[in-house]
């Protein structure tokens, strides 16, 4: 479709991730803004439906575009449906000239009446241009909980995920989902690849006395614990103390967890990352103490 936005005309189009010419635009335009690899992501088959881009294009070139990405979340085992946006990324040339204003109002008219709100993460720089449209700034937090390994041998292995028994344990168990979260995400692994086939792909573990597959880094004597899948029938303490390491005092998670009375929270700080939204996720993010599981970030 072909609009005009201040006397000059662009092509506006979505989910055009199959057409290589017009992804791979994106794709650079993307890499040479945040330093993101979606051409990697689409070759290695989970860029799918769940990732929707908007976009202008002026001469067969991605000039502006951001992405729309149906969320299916879990909070205390209740369905909450939101839109998250992201991806948000303009070419210098067209900045200021209302093609972001012009691609967030078509993502509202297409999704408002399907969802129950909007979110997205705004740096410190374009929190007020976003707060034009209606998103609130939210408070997340952090929970920090002491661990230390118990010194008996444990049966830990690091998966590798372009291994096929691998990658295959990491799809069940992320459709089990993380029974230790009060805020879940599920129906997208292919966000979860996106992750961990890229900065993360090293740091994924089986944890085979307790089922579960845990997504960590280790940095000094904390652990940095993104995510847990599976693990039903044991508790996140067990097998977090299974994942830790002789030096290791403490753990960071990124998700909320169902059972807090052991975890300090505090308020998580993040200026490149601050977490705005509008519609139902404002009332609950003002009624908990929450946070947004980290790797469901787009």
């Keep these: 479709m072909e609009i005009t936005l201040e006397g000059v005309s662009y ?14 635009s994106l794709a650079e335009l993307t890499r040479q803004t945040f330093g993101l690899d979606l051409e990697r992501w689409y070759q290695a088959g989970h860029w799918t439906d769940k990732y929707r881009p908007y976009s202008l294009f002026r001469d067969g070139q991605v000039v502006a575009s951001l992405s729309v990405t149906p969320m299916d979340l879990r909070l205390m085992g209740r369905p909450l449906h939101l839109v998250q946006l992201g991806t ?12 972001i204003h012009f691609l967030m ?20 720089e374009t929190e007020e241009f976003f707060a034009k449209f209606g998103f609130e700034k939210l408070r997340e937090v952090r929970h920090t909980m002491p661990i230390a390994a118990d010194g008996r041998r444990h049966s830990v292995r690091r998966l590798i995920p372009e291994i096929s028994q691998d990658k295959s344990l990491i799809l069940s168990r992320y459709q089990r989902g993380n029974p230790f979260a009060l805020l879940t995400w599920e129906h997208n692994p292919g966000l979860l690849f996106f992750y961990l086939g890229s900065a993360l792909r090293e740091h994924i573990y089986y944890v085979s006395d307790c089922d579960a597959v845990v997504v960590a880094e280790y940095d000094g004597n904390t652990l940095l614990c993104h ?19 002789p030096e290791t005092e403490k753990v960071m998670l990124g998700f909320t967890p169902r059972e807090g009375a ?10 490149s990352a601050i977490l705005c939204a509008q519609g139902k ?18």
Excluded: N
């Design 11 to 24: 092509e506006y189009r979505t989910s055009y991730q199959e057409e290589p010419t017009a992804r791979q």
């Design 227 to 245: 995510e847990v899948l599976g693990g039903s029938g044991h508790t996140l303490s067990e097998i977090l103390t299974q994942m830790a390491r």
């Design 105 to 124: 109002a078509r993502a509202f008219a297409d999704w408002s009446k399907q969802c129950d709100g909007f979110y997205l993460y705004a740096s410190q």
């Design 88 to 99: 948000v990324v303009s070419h210098p040339s067209v900045q200021g000239k209302g093609l």
């Design 281 to 298: 996720a404002v009332d609950l993010f003002q009624r908990f103490q929450l946070r947004m599981p980290i790797l469901s970030h787009t």
């Design 262 to 271: 052991q975890c300090s929270v505090r308020p998580l700080r993040d200026k």
